[in-house]
């Protein structure tokens, strides 16, 4: 843990970098943990000789993260995905009008 705690300045206008290294001068607790996050995974896509595996489980289609998994995938900043079989049926049934869209 870090010996002094910076506070997190939220204003209008943050870019998400902005806040997330808003919240690794904090780091503590959750904000630390994402800015930490954050780096280590720049570090993954920036360096050419990492392989990323990303696994995913649970109900992250109905949790409304289905969008930042295609972005993931779309810009290949993962080289191997693994995923359950549910997250497959949860993104059918939202394709075909599930309870939990619109």
């Known amino acids: 843990m870090k010996e002094k705690i910076e506070h997190i ?4 206008g943050m870019t998400v970098n902005e806040i997330v290294m808003q919240m690794s001068k904090s780091g503590v607790f959750g904000a630390g943990r994402i800015a930490e996050a954050a780096d280590i995974m720049e570090a993954m896509i920036k360096d050419k000789d990492c392989r990323v595996f ?3 489980a649970g109900a992250m289609v109905p949790g409304g993260m289905k969008n930042i998994i295609i972005d993931i995938l779309k810009n290949k900043y993962v080289d191997v995905f693994v995923t359950t079989g549910a997250t497959l049926t949860h993104d059918m049934v939202e394709a075909l009008k599930g309870p939990w869209k619109d």
């Open 54 to 56: 990303l696994g995913q």
């Open 9 to 12: 300045n939220v204003r209008r």
